[in-house]
């Protein structure tokens, strides 16, 4: 018996199959796509880097990062799953905090998907002590999210080992290169 997600997948492969021959060219985001698509002339990649002319308003004063009201400012943007390592953090930072690391703030700034995540991670949250070091901020407009990331002294990518995942750039990494 499939589940509604694979009867999805099912569905649009068969629909990219039927389509496919009526396309004249094909863009993908990343390198490691053209593999499926081999038996194709018209395939090109165009990487999905973050546009510098994004963050043209945002100062990249490295400054306000020495005086953090929390001390020592991490952040993850992007989707928040399971599957992206929101538990690992969470735990990362209840280990720093066992360590004696009070003052690690985490800002998770993205959509939580599903969205029952959210009350999981607030019961590991109170459950851990971690109320006042981490942030859920959930979705913020873009142009917002290049000053969360000048604010912070290192962004995290945490990707759990998924086919999807194993061979693709993330374009959260090349922001946090970004934003120093």
């Known amino acids: ?23 004249d060219e094909m863009v993908i985001a990343e390198d490691s796509y053209i593999e499926n698509y081999h038996d194709r002339k018209n395939v090109v990649a165009i990487r999905n880097y973050p546009l510098f002319t994004h963050f043209a308003n945002t100062s990249l004063n490295t400054e306000s990062r020495e005086g953090a009201i929390h001390g020592f400012r991490v952040c993850y943007v992007g989707g928040v799953t399971k599957l992206r390592g929101v ?53 913020v407009p873009y142009t917002e999210v290049f000053g969360i990331l000048v604010r912070s002294h290192t962004g995290v990518v945490i990707l759990r080992p998924n086919a999807n995942y194993l061979e693709s750039l993330p374009t959260k990494l090349f922001e946090y290169m970004a934003a120093g």
């Open 1 to 23: 018996r499939l589940s509604g997600r694979q009867i999805i997948s099912l569905a649009y492969l068969l629909a990219e199959r039927c389509f496919l021959p009526f396309i």
């Open 87 to 139: 538990l690992e953090l969470i735990e990362a930072l209840r280990v720093l905090k066992t360590d004696g690391y009070q003052n690690v703030a985490l800002s998770l700034v993205g959509p939580l998907v599903p969205t029952e995540l959210k009350e999981e991670l607030g019961t590991l949250i109170r459950e851990y002590g971690l109320e006042g070091n981490v942030r859920i901020r959930g979705p």
